[in-house]
């Protein structure tokens, strides 16, 4: 399996050159091959002999609101551009695809029937996007050899889907983070009921399941987030349970401030609310961090001069 201490070289090749059009990504010492395609390009790529062969897919959309989840459709063709062309006729929610071959031409139907079941059963354990299959794929089976290249090339997916800015295999937290270093976990605790666990991410601040919300807002709470204070509780993230507001999934918000003055009703600057189990601002975390980052960069220099 492939080991992620070890750097990766990918490359990007702009069909159109065009950062907004098709793309060919390829990774290094990997037999596959993965397109981007917009869904208004699909048309211009009825030359792509490699296309018409078999391949996994993914057909992506936007989130419908700022609480919503981006939508994703997973499936499996015999013939990709054929397949993209009939997806552009019959299904309306999606905006880009990500088609993903084998350059030696080494996928056979059982191969892609297993990708294409691996990968829906991975987003959707990861729960970051609504999954537009209306049934779940049937998973063939193949030999235990087989397998074990289709697990491997499952990896390189991830690494691809993940560099082009789809997070759909990425779940919000990842545990065995959280039980290396419980100092990861912050905490904040406020007035009203405000008693909640989160994380910093690399999307934001992630608040988890569980956390309890301020019952009520300040008259001084800022407008924009209150909106977004409403629109969780409409869409029932955030649920009554009892005299608590509590949120009943892991929510992303786009910084600890944002995060902090959701759950505690009020204006907050989340680099001081939140706080680890040593009683450490989030503030003076990352200020350590940097410091220890520089005066490890300083020793390595040192040693360089020396």
Not at 45 to 58: A, E, F, H, I, P
Request: overall charge negative; aromatic content about 10%.
């Amino acid at each position: 399996m492939y080991s992620t201490k070890y750097g990766k070289t990918i490359k990007l090749f702009l069909m159109d050159a065009d950062p907004d059009g098709r793309m060919v990504c390829e990774l290094s010492n990997w037999n596959g091959k993965a397109y981007r395609i917009p869904r208004g390009k699909v048309k211009d790529c009825s030359d792509r002999q490699d296309l018409k062969g078999t391949s996994v897919y993914l057909l992506f959309g936007r989130a419908e609101s700022s609480t919503s989840k981006a939508k994703v459709y997973i499936g499996e063709a015999e013939n990709a551009y054929s397949r993209l062309v009939q997806h552009v006729s019959e299904k309306e929610f999606w905006n880009e695809s990500v088609v993903f071959i084998s350059k030696d031409e080494n996928l056979n139907k059982a191969h892609i029937k297993y990708l294409e079941s691996r990968l829906y059963e991975i987003a959707t354990s990861a729960g970051r996007y609504d999954i537009e299959n209306g049934n779940t794929p049937t998973r063939s089976s193949i030999s235990e050899s087989d397998q074990a290249e289709m697990e491997e090339f499952i990896e390189y997916i991830k690494i691809l889907i993940n560099t082009m800015g789809f997070k759909v295999f990425e779940p919000l937290i990842k545990v065995e983070s959280n039980t290396k270093n419980p100092d990861e976990v912050f905490f904040v605790k406020g007035a009203r009921g405000a008693d909640s666990r989160g994380k910093r991410t690399s999307d934001g601040f992630v608040v988890f399941s569980g956390s309890k919300v301020a019952v009520d807002t300040v008259p001084s709470f800022p407008k924009g987030f209150n909106a977004l204070r409403d629109e969780l509780i409409d869409n029932e993230i955030i649920v009554k349970e009892g005299e608590d507001l509590v949120l009943v999934s892991d929510y992303l918000f786009s910084s600890p401030s944002a995060a902090a003055a959701v759950i505690m009703g009020r204006s907050a600057n989340g680099l001081i609310e939140w706080k680890n189990s040593k009683g450490k601002e989030l503030k003076a975390v990352e200020e350590t961090e940097i410091s220890k980052a520089n005066t490890s960069m300083q020793s390595i220099a040192n040693v360089s001069v020396d």
